[in-house]
């Protein structure tokens, strides 16, 4: 256990996740991708180590991070973000005060004392935060590598009116899906599963885009287990029979949240209308749900940000920090020239 700053550090036990996940619930900057039941079942699939360091001030739980990792270079730890999680680093407790300072003190400390407890055990820190985090300054300060990344979110209160903030590109085409024979799927069979994948690696590969996982049982199976914390729901549109459009959507309950998580569509049906038709269906449907908000996942690949930005959702931006030391600086230098 690290001490700092009277914030003692330490791992926590498996029987200990619970507290850990409704920490991540309680806290503004928590989402569901740092919880250990996201990141266990990825573990699992991806066939990585999950840890959990916690800090303590007392027995007050001030922040911590969930993440998972693997060896590099024989024995060395290093922190490998998994295929799909868009957010991924430490969560802290908020801080009931009205004084400025006050806050900042008690995250810089937790935030300090967390990263010196990790960087003296793994090799390379690396984390992405969600568009609520605002201050990276302590890493900053610490010689972190920082990196700015943008996203799109929309708000989904029962006052507003999808419809009207779209481009009016998108409405029409949404009006000609309306017109084109279809219908509207909630399921969660293995097979709406499979085809969603399917159908998103073949928009992957109409541009030119590396998917980087494959179809197959582990991943029929992570999605099962969100299914089962109704944390995910496949949509799917079709016509005469078959699938033109779907959408996976990872659904944060604690924060009325949800998350365009995978979609795709086929080729032979881009031009009826249908995909941006499912969207606004699966918006709607959210809503109606009493979802708080829409977040695009990323708009960091030129092709898909033009895309997301026809739905003219608010540009986000969040941050990303990383910081290698001792071999692991010196191997992945190797690696680089190799």
Known sequence: MANSNKIETRYLQEDEYPLWDAFVDQSPEGTIFQKSIWLKAFAQWQHLELRIAACYKGKELTGGMAFTCKKKFGLIKVMQIPFKTPFFGPVLSDTETKYRSKIESKRHTTLNALTDFLMSDIGMFTA????????????????FETKVHYTYISKLDKETDLLLQYDPPVRRQIKKG?????????ENAREDILGAQKLEQQSFERQNLDLKYALGDS??????????????????IKTDGKPAASQLVIMDQAKKIAYY???????KFLSTGLNQLLLHMVLQDLQEQGFKGFDFVGAGTETIARYKSTFNFPL????????????TKFG??????V
């Not at 991943?219 to 089962?228: A, D, H, K, N, S």
Request: glycine letters at 4%; a positive charge; hydrophobic letters at 45%.
């Open 128 to 143: 992405v935060f969600a568009p609520t985090v605002k201050d990276v300054r302590p890493f900053i300060w610490k010689g």
């Open 219 to 236: 991943f029929v199976e992570f999605i099962q287990t969100l299914l089962e914390e109704s944390s995910a729901q496949v949509y799917t």
């Open 316 to 327: 986000v931006p969040m941050y990303s920090v990383s910081k290698s030391r001792g071999m």
């Open 178 to 186: 309306e017109q084109h024979p279809h219908t509207f799927h909630k």
């Open 332 to 337: 992945l230098m190797i690696k680089k020239f």
């Open 261 to 267: 998580w995978l979609a795709g569509a086929d080729p």
